[in-house]
């Protein structure tokens, strides 16, 4: 019996390190505008080499909708694109696989393309991992960004403060200037009285004593 569990312990142990996770990486969501293209990017990182049986595969799950419906696989070096659902016609396979990268892009987005994408992918023997998810938001006008609007409010504060303090320092520059001044010319009109007190001598009067 203990021969058993030692045999099988080994063997899930050689799986296990041949079998390594793999990460996937997409955006968290995506803005699009009605009527353009988006890619939508998806990558991963493993610890062996990009292998030659590496896949990629993409999901679709609709706002609202409860069920996910396949729309893109990359397999054996070829694409597969979904010839029936949303995406039929509108789909293209813009990834580098050799660069672990299984992009795919959507042509002419609408309304109702708004839902989550997952990517999936797989390199050999690096299988084990989860799909990363991103979510597809179109407008008809792309909305500013709260960081975008963030980053102007630090922006402006930042320069009304350097503002202030190249004022309150250039304020000091010109007064320590007057003041450095006025004590130049009392220093002057000082000495030049002085000088003039030393040539003007007092005229002692004489008398005459007489006996």
Not at 15 to 42: F, M, P
Not at 73 to 89: E, L, R, S
Request: charged letters at 20%; a positive charge.
């Amino acid at each position: 019996m203990l021969s058993v569990l030692a045999l099988t312990s080994v063997v899930l142990l050689g799986i296990a390190s041949q079998c390594t996770a793999i990460s996937v990486y997409t955006n968290w969501e995506k803005h699009a505008l009605l009527g353009s293209d988006v890619r939508l990017s998806c990558s991963f990182f493993s610890w062996h080499w990009t292998s030659s049986e590496v896949t990629f595969s993409w999901s679709y799950r609709a706002d609202g909708a409860k069920e996910s419906i396949a729309i893109f696989h990359y397999t054996n070096g070829a694409p597969y694109i979904a010839t029936k659902g949303p995406f039929k016609d509108r789909l293209d396979f813009v990834g580098n696989p050799n660069r672990r990268d299984g992009s795919i892009m959507i042509r002419n987005v609408d309304f109702n393309d708004n839902g989550t994408f997952s990517c999936d992918a797989k390199n050999p023997p690096d299988i084990m991992g989860h799909p990363s998810n991103v979510r597809l938001l179109v407008f008809e006008k792309v909305p500013v960004q709260a960081g975008v609007i963030t980053g102007a409010i630090i922006g402006v504060v930042l320069g009304v403060l350097i503002l202030v303090v190249a004022i309150y320092y250039l304020m000091r520059f010109l007064v320590a200037r007057r003041v450095f001044s006025l004590s130049m010319r009392h220093g002057k009109k000082g000495k030049g009285k002085e000088g003039s007190q030393q040539r003007q001598k007092p005229k002692v009067p004489l008398v005459f004593i007489s006996f």
